[in-house]
């Protein structure tokens, strides 16, 4: 693998760059069939004992039938630091990330990995879960796991061109 042109813009340590998987709301990744990229863009939880994400989606579908063919996923989380004004340069964190998808059978997994979702992302996640995560809701969604094999992480922490 060819490495990283700005090596100053680097991001070495393991541990920073699951916090920005963690802190992230939403990740994309590509799926590929047929030499054909497909991106998706998901809510997400992430396990950084078991170095996975978990996604949510349903049982059928276009990404479904690529993930039968192709399980291998490139993805990147990433914190939108803004733009300088009059610098012409931008601010930002992102982790790119490679890994293969499976989908959870197991029950307790699958609510786990949801409850991991509804934890990060909802204000009240304790109610929302009695309410929501029940047995059969449980068991009708996908619940993809990507476990990660690859990861490189990139920041610009300040404007190259200043004013």
């Avoid at 863009?41 to 949510?56: A, L, M, Q, R």
Wanted: net charge neutral; glycine share 6%; with cysteine.
């Amino acid at each position: 693998m060819k490495g990283m042109r700005r090596k100053e813009k680097a991001i070495t340590d393991i541990d920073e760059m699951k916090k920005i998987i963690t802190q992230v709301e939403h990740i994309t990744f590509a799926l590929c069939k047929d030499n054909e990229p497909y991106l998706v863009t998901v809510s997400h939880g992430y396990d950084p004992e078991k170095n996975c994400i978990y996604f949510h989606c349903a049982t059928e579908g276009k990404k479904i039938d690529i993930l039968k063919e192709n399980n291998v996923v490139w993805g990147q989380a990433l914190i939108d630091k803004g733009y300088i004004q009059g610098s012409c340069d931008h601010l930002f964190a992102t982790v790119q990330f490679r890994g293969t998808v499976t989908f959870v059978d197991n029950f307790d997994e699958k609510k786990e990995a949801l409850l991991n979702m509804v934890r990060k992302l909802d204000n009240n996640p304790e109610e929302v879960a009695a309410k929501q995560l029940t047995e059969k809701a449980i068991s009708r969604v996908a619940i993809g796991r990507i476990d990660i094999n690859y990861l490189s992480g990139k920041e610009a922490k300040k404007a190259v061109i200043s004013l």
